[in-house]
């Protein structure tokens, strides 16, 4: 039950109206916050006549008819109607009925552009934890959508937010919100109800309350894109943690607000005549920036200038404009061209969308500004809540066909967030890398070769780009192209960098453990870890002597990862016979026999014999050291797997004329790694896999006829390297 909140005489400030998130909501006067007061009188009065809607819901009517002015509101008047009576006689802490509390929340949503069946869910979140009211009298009366809704919140009132560092707490948190983000969405909005009437309540459950929508309930609507919610819960956060430098900013802006001359009006006023001797329809409006903001800016800039307090924001009909507008006011007024940033091409990971420039006056102060399209707004400002039902098909006016590129407004991160969550090995796992998710705050944006885009946290490696990309099939990955050139997967990305990753074709691809220390992103480690979790003890110590030092480049950084199978589980394979009952065989990686070579075989752990081609220089190691050779000899079948050394001179396009003619001849590569140049010599190092072993000349032959390529050998370990 949401008693705890109480008196409306909060102790933040009043943010902007949350309901400027459309195009005819920006061009009319904001709507007053509601009255509770008058509200809870409203609420006592008793239902309604049933041919009208309750005078208490009024306010979220006139809210909602301003996006959805067809909408049904049957729904609306029903839902108040069991709500009110439901909770009649609750009482708030502040001794206002209860029913004000729902009321409010709903408006909230209202005033972001929800669809209705949010709304229902909404006035009825309550009913099922705090009266009599079951989850199936919902059902039966507002239909399964309504009741998973309640249903969801209902979980999520169960979920103590005080033990937010308790991995399970949260992790239980993100269950309950179930494949739906309509259920994130009112918990939001029952939260930011709750911060605003906060102001009777001792000062130390203040700052608890305070502290956990800082660090789970605000990163959560960054990343769902409510930007109308996420600033007003961090300047309500703000006065109650920060009481002493809110203050400080709180004058700084009533000092702004005092001056006589508006250098935002004065730019927005020079903005609007050269749009509209451009003849561009557009509106330009004025943007406060909100607490947090003016205090994180004088932070950074020291002493404030008028235009430091807000920023410019130009609306248009379609995308086409967005950039019509750029123009116009890079050609008639003073770019600050650092300051420019393309969001509309390349939408950040929570659905925004604007073109971001800045241009300096005459007197010196920059001005910011923000261009996007009216429904872009709408987006930026409600995030999620503008989604409606995620699993209905969009409607005509949301396709590409109005002139907008359609609108990408489906719950990407909390899909996989809760994946995460499915994915992770354990509760501790899982904690870990979502506090480090939701601790970064700034995003990078790099290409695929198909003209596609990834979005990653700032600092995302190759590892990370990989997974990204392709899932727990990034297992295969075997190396990676950055702006045209051989990287390492270890290599930290930048923004705008182009990124082409190497996939392998063994299916017994396994990550490497060295993986962990490069992968910054939940999927990137949740996925290795997993994998390592199944996988125990896959890497053995006496493994080290069989391997080449090809997984690694000359400065030390991993470049192909091992595409061995453990062990433990890897199935007998048909081209070897063992002399050990029971063993299973496994071709040593350091020389990759093949048929018809010599072979011998050592035993490791789990099982396994390794065979090694009789010249390999471990053998020889493997025999001075004490261990028994075991009897082993090839079978029927010709498949092989074979390493190869090719050596080359330095030329453009070498690397794509190689591997199209070792594919020519039937090889796929498993693994590949370049060495940096020495010399103008390359040395290549491949692993690939062959239909048969009597190809293997056929294959050498080909790439040595490669122009530049002057030898191509059998990999052979040294002794040194053993």
Known sequence: MNAEATNPASPGPVAPAVGAVAPTASRRKARPRIDLR??????????????????????VVEAHRAHHPDADLEPLRRA???AESSHRGQMRKSGEPYITHPLAVTLILAELGAETTTLTASLLHDTVEDTD?????????????????????TKLEKVDYGAAAEPETFRKMLVATGNDVRVMSIKLADRLHNMRTLGVMRREKQERIAKVTRDVLIPLAERLGVQALKTELEDLVFAVLHPEEYERTRELIAEN??????PLAGAADEMRKVLREAGIPAEVLTRPRHFVSVHRVSRKRGRLGGADFGRLLVLVQEDADCYAVLGELHTCMTPVVSEFKDFIAVPKFNLYQSLHTAVARADGQVVEVLIRTHRMHKVAEAGVVALGNPYAPPAEEQTASDGERADPTRPGWLSRLLDWQRGAPDPDTFWSTLREDLAQDREITVFRPDGGTLGLPEGATCVDAAYAQYGEDAHACIGARVNGRLATLSTVLRDGDSVQLLMGQDPASEPSREWLEHAHTPAARIAIQRWLAAHPGHEDPTEDAERTGTGRTADGGPLVRRSAEPQANRPATPDVLVDLPGATARLARCCTPVPPDEVTGFAVRGGVVTVHRAECAVVARMKSGGRTEIGVRWGDTTECRVTLLAESFVRPHLLADLTEAMALEGAEIVSATVEPPDRQRVRHTYTVQLPDAAHLPALMRAMRNVAGVYDVNRAQSRASSA
């Open 38 to 59: 008058r509200l809870g009188r409203a609420a006592l009065l008793g239902p309604a006549a049933r041919d009208r809607l309750p005078d208490a819901i009024g306010h």
């Open 80 to 82: 108040y109607l069991l």
């Open 133 to 153: 009211v079951t989850l199936d009298q919902v059902g039966e009366q507002f239909g399964a959508e309504v009741r998973y809704l309640v249903d969801g919140v």
């Open 257 to 262: 607000a005092s001056r006589a001359d508006d």
